[in-house]
Nanobody, 117 residues
């Protein structure tokens, strides 16, 4: 499976961005899809996950501000990010765990999100 992210950019604190991830193939064939991010000098961390059954999971740092969703017809995964903070800055990656066994085998190339204070 091939994943391509878009929608990153520079935004002021308090602003919003929406990331998109286009999946080659049928997104409903992937048990779990999600978004990870990596800030400069830090390890990659999970931001949000969405199962094929539409169960969501968020990291504590973004819960209530970010929302993960998908469009099944467009085979696209989204991450709506509101009330952005400078600490949200990083490279955001779309990823897939096709069999739902916590093996994230597919990754996009990443899109940069920069939040200025």
């Amino acid at each position: 499976v091939h994943l391509v992210e878009s929608g990153g950019g520079l935004v002021q604190a308090g602003g919003s961005l929406r990331l998109s991830c286009t999946v080659s193939g049928r997104i409903l064939d992937l048990s779990v899809t999600g978004w990870y991010r990596q800030a400069p000098g830090k390890q990659r961390e999970m931001v949000a996950r969405l199962t094929v059954g539409e169960t969501t999971r968020y990291s504590d740092s973004v819960r209530g501000r970010f929302s993960i969703s998908r469009d099944n017809e467009k085979n696209t995964l989204y991450l709506q990010m509101n009330t952005l903070k400078p600490e949200d800055t990083g490279v955001y990656y779309c990823a897939a765990d096709p069999n739902g066994v916590n093996r994230w085998d597919a990754w996009g190339q990443g899109t940069q999100v920069t939040v200025s204070s």
